[in-house]
């Protein structure tokens, strides 16, 4: 059975950082790409990032860029979204997804999402 | 602002055909498939289409996906009330090498 469970959300202030994670199982992680969704309070989905298997490559949404860093240890099934710079408008429900879109199957598997909440 | 629009609310009686759309305006989807996810209150979205038209395993055949030049429909027929959620359509965007979801379609069974 597929699982994704996001950890490491919570409050933090604005200008400040956060590293939220994602651990998997149930699948060959390595061999897929990973993804994070957000949703602000309200609103509708945004893609974040993607990285690729190999974490070779990487992906993001504009207003992420230089801001957001996508990794993973493939060691640990585990994927990371590393914050800076945070904004009152990056606070959201944060889900992690297995992209398969390279094969065209879209985000066929999510974990149940993490709150960040930038605040002062 | 999405790339992809939806109509922000639909809805229907139990029994009907609902169809929510989804438009890429002028931008088009070029040759990128569109996807549909389905998402309860408070809970993670799940795939609902994948490839414009194909359902994953266990997704009810009363769920279909179309796509035709710069629009895109998800069609429900015999309307139940638990298919009250939100439904996003997403789709690749290749001039902003990322994807982009439509701003969601609130469907209320009434």
């Known amino acids: 059975e597929v699982q994704l469970l996001e950890a490491g959300g919570g409050l933090v202030q604005p200008g400040g950082s956060l590293t939220i994670s994602c651990a998997a199982s149930g699948f060959t992680f390595r061999a897929n790409a990973m993804a994070w969704v957000r949703q602000a309070p309200g609103e509708g989905l945004v893609w974040v990032s993607t990285i690729t298997g190999t974490g070779a490559n990487a992906y993001y949404t504009d207003s992420v860029k230089g801001r957001f860093t996508i990794s993973r240890d493939n060691s640990k099934n585990t994927v990371y979204l590393q914050m800076n710079s945070l904004r009152a408008d990056d606070t959201a429900v944060y889900y992690c997804a297995r992209d398969r879109s390279g094969t065209h199957y879209g985000f066929d598997y999510w974990g149940q999402g993490i709150l960040v909440t930038v605040s002062s | 602002q999405s790339v992809l629009t939806q109509p922000p609310s639909a809805s229907g009686t139990p029994g009907q055909r609902v169809t929510i759309s989804c438009s890429a305006g002028s931008s088009n989807f070029g040759n990128n498939f569109v996807y549909w996810y389905q998402q309860f209150p408070r809970t993670a979205p799940k795939l609902l289409i994948y490839?414009?038209?194909q359902r994953p395993s266990g997704v009810p055949d009363r769920f279909s996906g179309s796509k035709s030049g710069t629009s895109a429909s998800l069609a429900i027929s015999g309307l139940r009330s638990e298919d009250e959620a939100d439904y996003y359509c997403?789709?690749?965007?290749?001039?902003?090498?990322?994807?982009?979801f439509g701003g969601g379609t609130k469907l209320t069974v009434l």
């Open positions: 997403a789709a690749w965007d290749d001039s902003l090498s990322g994807w982009v």
């Open positions: 490839r414009d038209d």
